[in-house]
Nanobody, 125 residues
């Protein structure tokens, strides 16, 4: 059992910055890849940025130069630093992770893929 919880969303004015966090928790688990998605009103969910276990990161063209993804491998927390925010960045932001987990040390690992509940980012003047 692995859970993801996003936080840091809120209302900001255009041009301001915001930092989102995604905390993973569970008894016994190991995460491989993590990523940030967003879904704006009336639009499909889209990938924003991703981070692999090998420390490779990628930011989509729509936010490149403004958003930065980072990951703390000690506390299993992923971050999305957003700068120069625009009204079109308004969306519910979701984090996702995949890896392996087990309920006890006596059981084999199983692969998983989980999503957080989302955090709302509103950019408006």
């Amino acid at each position: 059992q692995v859970q993801l919880v996003e936080s840091g969303g809120g209302l900001v004015q255009p041009g301001e910055s915001l930092r989102l966090s995604c905390a993973a928790s569970g008894s016994i688990f190991s995460i491989n890849d993590m990523g940030w998605y967003r879904q704006a009103p009336g639009k499909q969910r889209e990938l924003v940025a991703s981070s692999t276990r090998s420390s490779d990161t990628n930011v989509e063209d729509s936010v490149k130069g403004r958003f930065t993804i980072s990951r703390n491998y000690v506390n299993n927390t992923m971050y999305l630093q957003m700068s120069s925010l625009k009204p079109e960045d308004t969306a519910v932001y979701y984090c996702t992770a995949d890896g392996r987990s087990r309920t006890t040390y006596y059981l084999p690992y199983k692969s998983f893929e989980v999503w957080g509940q989302g955090t709302l980012v509103t950019v408006s003047s």
